[in-house]
């Protein structure tokens, strides 16, 4: 990835309601403007939420080449992240993860999930690059599925999730859900 700079992350802000907006594809929402999930509202509520000092909701903005290239929220549904089409594949998406994730270790969290929806692929592969994990449940349902997450319906809520905890130096992320151990090999 030659020629791509790292982003600058920074809080979301009282000046930021469109830039929220548009990430979140507000004009093209089906839900009623009237709905709280909406985007409008959802930026809305973002933008409250992280001058609140008792509110563990935050959101930050990944700004590259002076744009705002990406998004990322405490919100658990979808990880509350997204990356503009234009900056995907350069790496955003791990730059904004981190910064949650710094955020909540710092609120004393020990593990954290996402809600994704199974047709989400690019939030999927995001959190998984990060040393993501499906839970029990969502693994169980992708297996219900022959194993292949592509046959999971795409509007399947499925969880991810992983251990705050400091890795200890040279170790790989772990994921919160511990895998079955590999079954003994026979001779």
Not at 12 to 34: E, F, H, Q, T
Not at 40 to 49: K, M, Q, T, V
Not at 130 to 143: E, T
Not at 147 to 170: F, H, I, W, Y
Request: glycine share 10%; net charge neutral.
């Amino acid at each position: 990835m030659s020629g791509v700079q790292k982003p600058v992350i920074r809080t979301i802000g009282d000046g930021d309601y469109d830039d929220v907006c548009r990430l979140n594809n507000a004009d093209s929402c089906p839900l009623s403007k009237n709905d709280p999930r909406h985007p409008y509202n959802a930026a809305a509520r973002i933008i409250e939420e992280s001058h609140d000092p008792q509110s563990q909701g935050r959101g930050w903005f990944a700004v590259a080449g002076g744009e705002v290239a990406g998004i990322i929220t405490t919100e658990n549904f979808g990880g509350g992240i997204i990356v503009d089409p234009k900056f995907r594949g350069q790496g955003i998406a791990g730059h904004l993860i981190r910064a949650r994730e710094e955020f909540l270790r710092a609120q004393g969290q020990t593990t954290t999930q996402v809600h994704i929806l199974a047709g989400n692929t690019a939030s999927i592969h995001a959190f998984t690059k990060a040393g993501y994990a499906f839970d029990k449940k969502s693994a169980d349902v992708i297996a219900a599925h022959g194993g292949d997450r592509a046959q999971v319906p795409q509007n399947t809520v499925l969880v991810m999730e992983r251990s705050l905890e400091t890795p200890k130096p040279d170790s790989p992320r772990q994921s919160v859900h511990k895998s079955a151990p590999a079954a003994p090999k026979t001779p």
